[in-house]
């Protein structure tokens, strides 16, 4: 789904608003970049105002009207991390997000002060722009901005799209600004084999480390503390294990039970009476561990492994010899742990110089009952073992070759046509609307959806008559889409075209699932010197499941230099999620 679901969407036809229209003088270059380093340098004056005890609201306000539009004509303003109210038409609803709802009267309970970044403040802002694009008396910049926490020192990364105009004072303002999460951000990256296999060695040498402290009269628990901080997603999320030698209390969703099963019952607090001791083999300790993976599958980023491990006793040299399935995923700081062992079904053990493996039957379990708490030791007090550091793997698709093309022709200066109307802008929404719909149902046919899709690519987005600055929904690897050829690999999915990109599904054909529907519901629509811009949600009908989706959008519209108003700016982006 490209984002939460909707119950109520709205109505067919896309809602108009009202329509300004301001002669001002040209905006250069220079002016925009100038506007961008102001914004930078505000947003890190108002952190270092908060952090410094001094008064960042003042800071802040200041800013605000030097930097925004309001207070001298309509603002489109859909901030990062907004999810209940996306935009902030009023000075005021601006200043909530930036300082927070409890600096500020009437302020919303989900802002926490973006310009003080909840309170840790950020020590640096840098814009990079995608491209800039001068329209008559206003400005378009679109690209990414990179934030530096000033208490971590970490970067976060945001795509935006800036609008720029002259207001009567001469002053360069914002007058748009929709800003988004890269699509998806925040999702940890996939595990790859090699780190699914260095896990299980860090694993393996974890339980002859514990066995070996404990048959020195090491402190073992401590090492087994620590060794299932680095290996298991305890305290990262839900951990499903259900461990061999258990029938009482089959399962272990918390650390605590863990511990008891890996150390013995005797040596936590509050233990489970079944529990011997997995790690350090009931007091007889392992002298090795070896995996042995009948199969290693990634789906969807997370590993999974099957197969059997052998276990050899330190004090008889027997070997026991476990069936395993294991999942894994990588955690927010990058470390990949394991969703244990799913189903162990038998426990087969040999003796030294035995053949054949004699098979136990699996352990039965009589009602399962709530587990009680008890703390987990300190890692801090265990004996170092060797993190699990894992390397950064991204996913890597390599540009695909693209010749060189014919110069690109400039859009004309508005003064040669009629201004676009809001009618116009409603009008292109909703033939937009009707090509996906129409797409759709050509794909489901078996039809030509592609060249159905290239045809109303043409009709509706400036690709061949100027610059189009497009920025969709789905895509990370290849945020931008400045050509047509870059555009019909996203709406039609990279197998379609001769260059496409891997990560193109084609959005266009829901992935193939196919759109029922299209619904545009306008926040606010601005005819800005001879063009317009309209800011909004639209909400999209999946044609198998029947799911509404909602997507935030800016759109630009110009008029080309057949008459014809054709798209020139498109912004989307997943709605923020708390």
Same mark, same amino acid.
């Given at each position: 789904?490209?984002?939460e679901s909707?119950?109520?969407a709205?109505?067919?036809?896309?809602s108009?608003?009202?329509?300004?229209?301001k002669?001002?003088?040209?905006?250069?270059?220079?002016?925009?970049?100038?506007a961008?380093?102001?914004?930078?340098t505000?947003?890190?004056?108002?952190s270092?105002?908060? #952090?410094?005890?001094? $008064?960042?609201?003042? =800071? @802040?306000?200041?800013?605000a009207?030097k930097? !925004?539009?309001? /207070?001298?004509?309509?603002?489109?303003f859909?901030?990062?991390?907004?999810?209940e109210?996306?935009f902030?038409?009023?000075g005021?609803?601006?200043?909530?997000?930036?300082?927070?709802?409890?600096?500020?009267d009437?302020?919303?309970?989900?802002?926490s002060?973006?310009?003080?970044n909840g309170?840790?403040?950020?020590?640096?802002?840098?814009?990079?722009?995608?491209?800039v694009?001068?329209?008559?008396d206003t400005?378009?910049?679109?690209?990414?901005?990179?934030?530096?926490?000033?208490s971590?020192?970490?970067?976060?990364?945001?795509?935006?799209?800036?609008?720029?105009?002259?207001?009567?004072d001469?002053?360069?303002?914002?007058?748009?600004?929709?800003?988004?999460v890269?699509?998806?951000?925040?999702?940890?990256p996939?595990?790859?084999?090699?780190?699914? #296999?260095?896990?299980? $060695?860090?694993?393996? =040498? @974890?339980?002859v480390?514990?066995?070996?402290? !404990?048959?020195? /009269?090491g402190?073992f628990?401590a090492t087994a503390g620590?060794?299932?901080?680095?290996?298991?997603?305890?305290?990262?999320?839900?951990?499903l294990?259900?461990p061999?030698?258990?029938?009482?209390?089959?399962?272990r969703?918390?650390?605590?039970?863990?511990m008891?099963y890996f150390?013995?019952?005797s040596?936590?607090?509050?233990?489970y009476?079944?529990?011997?001791?997995?790690?350090?083999?009931g007091?007889?300790?392992?002298?090795?561990?070896?995996?042995?993976n009948?199969?290693?599958?990634?789906?969807n980023?997370?590993g999974?492994a099957?197969?059997?491990?052998d276990?050899?006793?330190?004090?008889?040299?027997?070997v026991?010899r476990?069936?395993?399935t294991?999942?894994?995923?990588?955690?927010?700081?990058?470390?990949?742990?394991?969703?244990p062992?799913?189903?162990?079904?038998?426990?087969?053990?040999?003796?030294?110089?035995?053949?054949?493996?004699?098979?136990r039957?699996?352990?039965?379990?009589?009602?399962?009952?709530?587990?009680?708490s008890?703390p987990?030791?300190?890692?801090?007090?265990a004996?170092a073992?060797?993190?699990?550091?894992?390397r950064?793997?991204l996913?890597?698709?390599?540009?695909?070759?693209?010749?060189?093309?014919?110069?690109?022709?400039?859009?004309?200066?508005?003064?040669?046509?009629?201004p676009?109307s809001?009618?116009?802008?409603?009008?292109?929404?909703?033939?937009?609307?009707?090509?996906?719909?129409?797409?759709s149902a050509?794909?489901?046919?078996g039809?030509?959806?592609?060249?159905?899709?290239?045809?109303?690519?043409?009709?509706?987005?400036?690709?061949?008559?100027g610059?189009?600055?497009?920025k969709?929904?789905?895509?990370?690897?290849?945020?931008?889409r400045?050509?047509?050829?870059?555009a019909m690999?996203?709406f039609?999915?990279y197998?379609s075209?001769?260059t496409?990109?891997?990560?193109?599904?084609g959005?266009a054909?829901?992935?193939?699932?196919?759109?029922?529907?299209?619904?545009?519901?306008?926040?606010?629509v601005?005819?800005?010197?001879?063009?317009?811009i309209?800011?909004?949600?639209?909400?999209?009908t999946?044609?198998?499941?029947?799911?509404?989706?909602?997507v935030e959008?800016v759109?630009?519209?110009k008029r080309?230099?057949?008459?014809?108003?054709?798209i020139?700016?498109?912004?989307?982006s997943?709605?923020f999620?708390?």
């Amino acid at each position: 789904m490209v984002a939460e679901s909707v119950k109520d969407a709205p109505t067919e036809k896309p809602s108009k608003a009202a329509v300004v229209t301001k002669p001002v003088p040209t905006i250069t270059e220079a002016e925009v970049l100038a506007a961008q380093d102001l914004w930078a340098t505000s947003v890190k004056g108002i952190s270092r105002a908060y #952090l410094d005890g001094e $008064d960042y609201v003042q =800071a @802040a306000a200041d800013a605000a009207g030097k930097l !925004y539009g309001y /207070g001298h004509g309509n603002v489109l303003f859909k901030p990062t991390r907004c999810a209940e109210y996306q935009f902030r038409p009023t000075g005021e609803e601006a200043m909530s997000y930036f300082v927070g709802c409890d600096a500020v009267d009437g302020g919303y309970s989900e802002d926490s002060g973006f310009a003080i970044n909840g309170g840790k403040g950020w020590s640096d802002v840098v814009f990079f722009n995608h491209k800039v694009e001068i329209i008559g008396d206003t400005a378009i910049a679109m690209g990414n901005y990179y934030f530096t926490g000033a208490s971590d020192g970490k970067s976060v990364k945001v795509e935006y799209t800036f609008g720029y105009k002259r207001c009567e004072d001469g002053k360069l303002r914002i007058f748009l600004h929709h800003s988004s999460v890269p699509f998806g951000a925040g999702l940890p990256p996939a595990v790859t084999k090699e780190e699914i #296999l260095e896990v299980q $060695d860090k694993w393996a =040498a @974890a339980v002859v480390q514990i066995s070996k402290d !404990y048959m020195e /009269g090491g402190d073992f628990v401590a090492t087994a503390g620590a060794a299932a901080g680095e290996l298991y997603g305890y305290g990262h999320g839900e951990v499903l294990f259900k461990p061999t030698r258990c029938a009482e209390v089959q399962f272990r969703p918390t650390a605590a039970e863990a511990m008891s099963y890996f150390v013995g019952k005797s040596n936590v607090a509050e233990g489970y009476d079944e529990d011997s001791g997995f790690a350090i083999n009931g007091g007889k300790g392992w002298a090795s561990v070896k995996y042995m993976n009948h199969q290693v599958e990634v789906v969807n980023g997370v590993g999974i492994a099957m197969g059997n491990y052998d276990f050899t006793c330190a004090t008889t040299g027997a070997v026991s010899r476990v069936e395993y399935t294991f999942n894994y995923k990588k955690c927010a700081d990058g470390k990949v742990r394991a969703a244990p062992p799913l189903a162990h079904v038998f426990l087969r053990t040999r003796s030294p110089g035995q053949g054949a493996l004699r098979v136990r039957r699996p352990y039965t379990s009589p009602a399962y009952h709530h587990p009680p708490s008890f703390p987990l030791p300190n890692p801090s007090d265990a004996a170092a073992l060797p993190p699990v550091q894992v390397r950064i793997f991204l996913h890597h698709s390599s540009m695909p070759f693209k010749p060189a093309s014919a110069p690109v022709p400039a859009f004309p200066t508005p003064s040669l046509g009629a201004p676009v109307s809001v009618d116009e802008v409603i009008d292109v929404q909703t033939r937009w609307a009707a090509a996906i719909k129409r797409i759709s149902a050509i794909h489901a046919k078996g039809g030509d959806y592609v060249a159905a899709a290239g045809q109303a690519a043409g009709e509706l987005y400036g690709y061949g008559h100027g610059d189009v600055m497009f920025k969709p929904t789905r895509c990370s690897t290849k945020q931008f889409r400045p050509t047509a050829a870059d555009a019909m690999s996203y709406f039609v999915g990279y197998k379609s075209v001769a260059t496409g990109y891997e990560e193109d599904m084609g959005f266009a054909i829901n992935g193939g699932k196919g759109w029922a529907n299209c619904v545009y519901d306008n926040h606010q629509v601005q005819q800005i010197g001879g063009a317009a811009i309209a800011m909004g949600n639209y909400y999209f009908t999946c044609a198998t499941t029947g799911d509404k989706v909602k997507v935030e959008y800016v759109f630009g519209y110009k008029r080309c230099e057949d008459d014809k108003v054709r798209i020139f700016l498109h912004h989307s982006s997943v709605p923020f999620k708390a």
